[in-house]
């Protein structure tokens, strides 16, 4: 299956004309896109943003009366979202999760691991539950969710997979040494299956948000933020679009040159 309409040689020559208002994107196939933990902030704008492209979206949820709500807001905004009850974190429930959502939708091409949870401390007080909490659900569903997606993938000569990491993953971060250790490790996942794969059509990447404004922010003490925000250098808090920008450019077609990179987005906080 190729991942592209066919362009006719009339298009072909319009493209390479010298009119350059138009950029000469091939029309991307409508794909089967799952995005864990969707109702998220970030995972909300990724959500919208493809299927505004025309994608058939999914998304993993784990509070159903939250997830319900969500879903019922995002219809009132024209977006239909499928939600599927399932923990990420635990292996058995997303394979059968994944199964569903194949069989109802048909195959995942497109996942953008984005389910992801805090519980900051500092490694002395850190309990053993914050620290398997935190590799959960924010490494071991890496693993649990590709694994079974990547079949599908893999059967129709296309994937895109974007692993939603962390600045914290890049520089490390006081009171986060699970957090950080799970997001640098979703990076290394990146990078070793981008190999696997590469010659199957399929890339493997990562983005690195930095500080961006949603709830997780928010739950920072109001003067470890404030200290933060001065260490920016664009003056601001990243937005939730700014990653979805991301994913964006990432599924495109002709992003397929583009496989085990770290796109860092954090308006230049921690430059690698
Ligand atoms: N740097 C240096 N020292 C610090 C510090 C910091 N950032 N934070 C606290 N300390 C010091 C304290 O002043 C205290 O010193 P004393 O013992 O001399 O008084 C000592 O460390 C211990 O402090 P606490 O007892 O308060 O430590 P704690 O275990 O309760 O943890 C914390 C504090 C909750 C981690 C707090 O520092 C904090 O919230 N830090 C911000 C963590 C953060 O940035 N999280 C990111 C969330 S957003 C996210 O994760 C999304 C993303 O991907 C970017």
Redesign the pocket.
């Known amino acids: 299956m190729t991942s592209v309409l066919p362009i006719s040689k009339e298009q072909m020559s319009k493209n390479s004309s010298s009119d350059t208002s138009t950029p000469p994107s091939p029309v991307a196939v409508p794909r089967v896109c799952l995005v864990t933990g969707g109702t998220g902030a970030i995972g909300t704008v990724i959500c919208q943003r493809l299927a505004k492209a025309g994608h058939t979206v999914a998304t993993t949820y784990r509070n159903e009366e939250k997830a319900k709500a969500w879903q019922e807001e995002m219809a009132k905004q024209g977006y239909v979202i499928h939600i599927f009850k399932c923990d990420v974190g635990n292996f058995d429930e997303t394979q059968k999760c994944v199964k569903a959502i194949v069989a109802q939708l048909g195959p995942i091409t497109i996942l953008i691991n984005n389910a992801?949870i805090?519980r900051?401390?500092?490694?002395?007080?850190?309990s053993v539950d914050q620290w398997r909490d935190v590799m959960s659900s924010n490494l071991d569903s890496v693993f649990n969710v590709t694994r079974p997606a990547l079949d599908y993938m893999l059967e129709s000569s296309f994937g895109r997979i974007i692993n939603i990491?962390?600045?914290?993953?890049q520089k490390g971060?006081?009171?986060?040494s699970n957090?950080a250790a799970a997001?640098a490790g979703m990076h290394g996942f990146t990078k070793a299956l981008a190999q696997e794969v590469a010659k199957k059509n399929i890339t493997v990447n990562t983005i690195?948000?930095?500080?961006?404004e949603?709830e997780?922010?928010m739950?920072?003490?109001e003067n470890?933020?404030q200290?933060?925000m001065s260490q920016i250098p664009v003056g601001r808090f990243g937005t939730p679009e700014d990653v979805a920008h991301v994913v964006c450019f990432l599924i495109n077609p002709d992003s397929s040159f583009i496989t085990g990179a770290n796109i860092a987005t954090?308006g230049g906080h921690f430059m690698d």
């Open positions: 992801g805090t900051d401390t500092s490694l002395r007080k850190m990491s962390s600045i914290n993953g971060q006081f009171g986060q957090y997001k690195s948000p930095g500080y961006i949603t997780m922010i739950a920072v003490p470890i933020r200290g933060i954090n």
